[in-house]
């Protein structure tokens, strides 16, 4: 994996409980919500990386992160879908896969059930297998509380090379990261 696989995928993480659109005191989800919180968070993505956002782009990709004066100036492109991914209407990976030669890499965010993870990672790896460049796919995993979404966690598979691994796990909603567990941990000199 690159350094620049490695920071975005670190930014997005961080970025991820910035501005979250939801508390604890008032925790209902919707999709426009959402998809306006990725698109901050894919923003600040580019902003830090030293590149810029743009929206629906060509084929109506959900998002580009591009370089100014490149000679490949196509980071990745995103897709995101509130669908959960493993419904066989959710094509946004097989978008990506049409156009993996153009970006560094690209990225796919989704949403799963706990219960459909396996589901979900296998239908990305047998999409992806071949690809030419690598994927990272970011999971929210939630479970249901009648006809609500309630996040849990956060995980990051990156897909390379015909094969898959999992990057990272954090919970979905920042009150719940435990910051002790940080705070309390010494430094390495």
Not at 97 to 103: D, I, M, N, T, V
Request: net charge positive.
């Amino acid at each position: 994996m690159r350094r620049i696989e490695r920071d975005f995928i670190c930014l997005f993480n961080c970025l991820w409980y910035q501005d979250f659109p939801v508390t604890e005191s008032d925790p209902a989800i919707n999709r426009a919500n959402w998809t306006i919180h990725i698109g901050l968070v894919v923003r600040q993505c580019a902003k830090l990386l030293g590149g810029r956002a743009f929206f629906e782009q060509g084929n109506r990709t959900d998002a580009v992160i591009r370089y100014p004066d490149e000679l490949q100036p196509v980071l990745t492109n995103i897709e995101w879908e509130w669908t959960p991914a493993h419904k066989p209407r959710v094509n946004e990976l097989e978008k990506l896969k049409e156009k993996s030669s153009e970006p560094f890499f690209s990225t796919f965010v989704s949403y799963s059930r706990k219960e459909h993870l396996v589901d979900v990672l296998h239908k990305a790896s047998t999409i992806w297998n071949g690809a030419e460049k690598p994927l990272i796919f970011f999971i929210i995993i939630y479970r249901m509380e009648g006809r609500n979404r309630v996040f849990e966690d956060l995980k990051t598979h990156f897909f390379a090379r015909n094969s898959a691994k999992k990057i990272r796990s954090q919970p979905a909603l920042p009150w719940l990261v435990k910051r002790t567990k940080y705070n309390n941990m010494v430094d390495a000199e």
